[in-house]
């Protein structure tokens, strides 16, 4: 197979929510093959609930490489075929290292908690735990989500308003702005509400302990299940919300860098570009690039692939040098699994940036 030099494309993945939506604009199209809206414009029922779309996972295990020397592969199987020619050689693990989605809401999705990597081995063997961060694309004015419990909330009572139902006035409630970044670490209750378009990224499981869901049916038009006992086994009650963290930008010769966010599972950073810029791969790692905004090219040694808002690239560590260079104004997000002490930490000390600003944004 020839060797991984050029930065490849992603194909998204869509999955059907009860609580998604229709239109996925700006930066997606509603895929061909799913049914036609129903002429109300919404789902009457939740078998046609498959019509809308909650989530676009840009690197699944089933997403599809379509250029080459990958074209039709998917990476699951690029993943297990080459390797740490694709992902880098700090990464041992057959399957890609992050789970990375756009999340499209229009209704309240279930009260929920993720396990770390101890209880998903306990509760649910051979499973990886879930630790995630969320990147706000856009928010209404009335949207809200819920992160972390209330002072007082104990898991008696907690247990008591899930069965009921009842669970949301035990959580505290915010309005996430645009460009908000959140850290929600394994064990933290949470739930998203209507009239939000969010990024998530996370180790690569999906390993979710529903603990509230408003007594509605899924899309087989059954009550969804609850995982009550696992889920409260590994809730922290004390889980602070992680919320509104500092905007670390820099001026870079391309336009800006912000460091988003970083911990041990993944690094997310918000690069915005007005004229063209020169990088250059990781050598040990793979990283990806999630357009929001603009179009332009990107440009190697060996020649140029065109970009647009929704695309997804993966620059594996073979790329070496490459450009970005911009037709309109390009804002993406990048993320990889860091080392955070050479990728966050010195950066940004070098930069002048305080250490208790840093500590607000780099999670050990």
């Not at 505290?172 to 209750?189: Q, S, W």
């Not at 990781?282 to 692939?305: H, M």
Request: charged share 30%.
């Amino acid at each position: 197979m020839a060797k991984l030099d050029s930065p490849l494309q992603l194909s998204p993945v869509f999955k059907p929510k009860i609580w998604g939506r229709e239109d996925l604009g700006p930066m997606f199209s509603r895929p061909r093959n799913l049914a036609p809206p129903t002429a109300a414009g919404r789902a009457r029922t939740p078998a046609a609930g498959a019509e809308l779309i909650g989530e676009i996972w840009i690197t699944d295990d089933s997403s599809r490489f379509l250029n080459p020397p990958l074209a039709g592969m998917t990476l699951r199987e690029a993943s297990e075929r080459l390797g740490s020619e694709l992902n880098g050689q700090k990464w041992k693990d057959r399957q890609f290292p992050i789970l990375a989605k756009y999340i499209y809401t229009s209704d309240w999705l279930s009260v929920q908690v993720h396990p770390d990597d101890a209880a998903a081995h306990q509760y649910d063997p051979g499973s990886r735990g879930k630790c995630e961060m969320w990147y706000i694309v856009q928010s209404d004015r009335k949207a809200e989500l819920l992160l972390g419990l209330k002072p007082g909330a104990t898991k008696q009572n907690l247990r008591a308003a899930f069965e009921k139902g009842a669970s949301r006035g035990l959580l505290n409630r915010f309005h996430p702005k645009p460009g908000e970044a959140l850290f929600v670490p394994p064990g933290t209750v949470h739930s998203l509400g209507p009239g939000l378009v969010l990024f998530e990224i996370e180790e690569n499981s999906d390993l979710t302990y529903r603990l509230d869901d408003f007594g509605r049916l899924g899309l087989d038009g059954k009550p969804r299940p609850l995982h009550l006992d696992k889920g409260l086994a590994v809730t922290r009650v004390d889980s602070p919300p992680l919320r509104d963290l500092p905007r670390i930008v820099l001026r870079e010769p391309y336009g800006t860098r912000r460091f988003v966010l970083a911990c041990r599972f993944f690094a997310l950073e918000e690069l915005m570009l007005r004229r063209e810029g020169a990088f250059e791969a990781a050598r040990e790692r793979v990283e990806v690039l999630s357009l929001l905004e603009g179009e332009g090219r990107v440009e190697t040694p060996g020649g140029w692939l065109a970009y647009r808002a929704g695309h997804t690239w993966l620059i594996p560590p073979a790329v070496g040098h490459y450009r970005l260079v911009p037709r309109r104004t390009t804002r993406l997000l990048k993320f990889y699994v860091p080392d955070v002490e050479r990728d966050f930490r010195r950066p940004l000390a070098k930069r002048g940036v305080r250490a208790g600003m840093i500590d607000r944004i780099v999670f050990d």
